[in-house]
C-alpha cells in the first residue's frame, strides 16, 4: 500500500518562504511521478506544481511559477516543494499526489490514485 505524508505547513506572513516535504513509503522500489495540488477555503482542489521520476519533466500552475520549485530526492523517497514569496491567496491545504511514471506529467487530480492527507499552509497579510 503506497503511502504519503505531507510535512511543513504552517502560518507565515505575506512575502516569507516556506518547504513542503512528502515521503512516499509502502512502494517497493516503483517509480512515480509525484504532483502537488492544493485546495483553497470553498474552491476545488488545484494543480500547483509536478515532476516525474527522472526530474526532466515539469510543470507548474501559472499563478506560481517563479515563486515555488518542485524538487525530490528519490534516494530518501521524498519530493518537496518550496514556496518562496508566499501570497494570501496561495492559503490551502497542500496535498502530494503520486502515480506510476509516465512520459507526460498530469496536471489534473485524475491522473493520480494516490494522495497524502495534507498540510495547512497559511499566510497572513
Known amino acids: 500500500q503506497v503511502q504519503l505524508v505531507e510535512s511543513g505547513g504552517g502560518l507565515v506572513q505575506a512575502g516569507e518562504s516556506l518547504r513542503l516535504s512528502c515521503a512516499v513509503s509502502?512502494?517497493?522500489?516503483?517509480?512515480?511521478?509525484m504532483g502537488w495540488f492544493r485546495r483553497a477555503p470553498g474552491k476545488e482542489r488545484e494543480f500547483v506544481a509536478v515532476?516525474?521520476?527522472?526530474?526532466?519533466?515539469?510543470a507548474y500552475a501559472d499563478p506560481v511559477k517563479g515563486r515555488f520549485t518542485i524538487s525530490r530526492d528519490n534516494t530518501k523517497s521524498t519530493v518537496y516543494l518550496q514556496m518562496y514569496g508566499l501570497e494570501p491567496e496561495d492559503t490551502a491545504v497542500y496535498y502530494c499526489?503520486?502515480?506510476?511514471?509516465?512520459?507526460?506529467?498530469?496536471?489534473?487530480?485524475?491522473?493520480?490514485?494516490?494522495w497524502g492527507q495534507g498540510t495547512q499552509v497559511t499566510v497572513a497579510s
Open positions: 499526489a503520486a502515480r506510476d511514471n509516465m512520459p507526460f506529467v498530469p496536471t489534473t487530480t485524475m491522473g493520480y490514485p494516490y
Open positions: 509502502g512502494h517497493s522500489n516503483r517509480e512515480y511521478t
Open positions: 515532476m516525474n521520476w527522472s526530474g526532466v519533466s515539469i
